[in-house]
């Protein structure tokens, strides 16, 4: 589905995706196919800069020596923040912080705002370029902007990760489940 929509269009440029991860839901290969999270993200942004995204795999190591790199063909790269890059680096506005598991962790307190997070340690992904993408970048963030803005990036969220940015209360949810086995076990008798 991704590669033939993106083979489809026909556009004067290319985006460069370096893709780094083979871990679903965030990027992997299912019968040759190229998928994931940040592969339909950048792919929507794509559609909305009309430009074509053409995935590269290669190793972290290697897209991180490319980013650095004004002569490599890669454009652009995502990445957990903080990592080991230059902060001069042009980077996108964050594509979302790894909530799932601080969100759902069993035994833990929820977090409800940012004051929650004081003393945790907090993952967030922007797309990372070196400064000759900087054009590219101020795109990116405009058409991230906009699909936050109309619902659909939180639509890829809830498509990917199951759930979109709000907090998922499993603990209630499963209380409640058992309040009503028993209500209805009762019923039964």
């Known amino acids: 589905m991704f590669s033939t929509a993106v083979e489809a269009w026909q556009t004067d440029e290319n985006i460069i995706f370096g893709v780094h991860s083979k871990t679903a839901p965030l990027e992997w290969r299912n019968n040759g196919v190229d998928q994931g999270f940040h592969l339909e993200l950048m792919s929507r942004i794509g559609q909305m800069t009309g430009k074509r995204i053409v995935v590269r795999r290669k190793t972290f190591q290697q897209l991180l020596a490319d980013v650095h790199d ?3 063909p890669i454009d652009v790269i995502a990445v957990v923040s903080p ?3 230059d902060r001069q680096l042009s980077q996108s506005d964050p594509i979302y912080a790894t909530h799932a598991k601080a969100y759902t962790l069993q035994g833990k307190e929820f977090i409800h705002g940012w004051h929650d997070l004081a ?3 907090v993952a967030i992904k922007n797309f990372v370029s070196n400064h ?3 054009q590219l970048m101020a795109e990116i963030n405009d058409a991230l902007r906009q699909l936050k803005l109309s619902g659909e990036y939180d639509r890829l ?4 990760f199951g759930t979109g940015r709000e907090k998922v ?5 499963q209380q409640r489940m058992f309040w009503l086995a028993i209500f ?3 019923i039964w008798h």
């Open 132 to 134: 000759k993408n900087a």
């Open 184 to 186: 209805i076990s009762i």
């Open 83 to 85: 990592v080991t890059i």
């Open 70 to 72: 004004d002569t490599s």
């Open 157 to 160: 969220v809830n498509k990917w």
């Open 169 to 173: 209360d499993l603990s209630n949810a």
């Open 119 to 121: 003393g945790k340690r």
